[in-house]
T-cell receptor, first 115, second 113 residues
Framework: DTAVSQTPKYLVTQMGNDKSIKCEQN?????MYWYKQDSKKFLKIMFS???????INETVPNRFSPKSPDKAHLNLHINSLELGDSAVYFC??????????????FGPGTRLTVL | AQSVTQPDIHITVSEGASLELRCNYS??????LFWYVQSPGQGLQLLLK??????LVQGIKGFEAEFKRSQSSFNLRKPSVHWSDAAEYFC???????????FGQGTRLTINP
């Protein structure tokens, strides 16, 4: 009965590789997000999608490409990985509606380590 | 632009003691305010939220927070902490126009037995 799930939980890879992180929500929400949490725990939004449409792109390098095949899934593909991409990536979802749009439900996170 | 400041990076309290975590925000209109908790190795869980109405809001796990517009604050409180409350706490501000949350830098809470 997991609400927001992410795979993998841990990802260790070499610089220059391409990797993907998958996210799925079974809450019936219309909006999904990707956040990056750095080593100092600072949490910053990267992207948000509403019904498969991109609505927020927070000046993220174009090596990061989100893909939403349907409103229950939002995957994150990263090309040419760099050391600075090492972080914990969180997926989140929220329902539509005043106020409801902002009550976000988070996945468990994916810890990405680039060597 | 919206911003959130949590002045305390790390707080240590004894089990059974009261707790107050500070949060100050910057936003021109009435904000939507949230407190989230992150246990080690876990995702974020919503503790409570404020949209409008009563400025004292109750949340889960015995937490409450008070919105003070004059001070641009939304401090989190708990009358008696438990060892299981040790975690990272994040304050966040949102607005319908911006359609996103902006998080503070977090406060790490340590509980002494």
């Amino acid at each position: 009965d997991t609400a927001v799930s992410q795979t993998p939980k841990y990802l260790v890879t070499q610089m220059g590789n391409d990797k993907s992180i998958k996210c799925e929500q079974n809450l019936g929400h219309d909006t999904m997000y990707w956040y990056k949490q750095d080593s100092k725990k600072f949490l910053k939004i990267m992207f948000s999608y509403n019904n498969k449409e991109l609505i927020i792109n927070e000046t993220v390098p174009n090596r990061f490409s989100p893909k939403s095949p349907d409103k229950a899934h939002l995957n994150l593909h990263i090309n040419s990985l760099e050391l600075g991409d090492s972080a914990v990536y969180f997926c989140a979802s929220s329902p539509l509606g005043a106020g409801g749009l902002f009550e976000q439900f988070f996945g468990p996170g994916t810890r990405l380590t680039v060597l | 632009a919206q911003s959130v400041t949590q002045p305390d990076i790390h707080i240590t309290v004894s089990e059974g003691a009261s707790l107050e975590l500070r949060c100050n925000y910057s936003y021109g209109a009435t904000p939507y305010l949230f407190w989230y908790v992150q246990s080690p190795g876990q995702g974020l869980q919503l503790l409570l939220k404020y949209f409008s109405g009563d400025t004292l809001v109750q949340g889960i796990k015995g937490f409450e927070a008070e919105f003070k517009r004059s001070q641009s604050s939304f401090n989190l409180r708990k009358p008696s902490v438990h060892w299981s409350d040790a975690a990272e706490y994040f304050c966040a501000v949102g607005s319908q126009g911006a359609q996103k949350l902006v998080f503070g830098q977090g406060t790490r809470l340590t509980i002494n037995p």
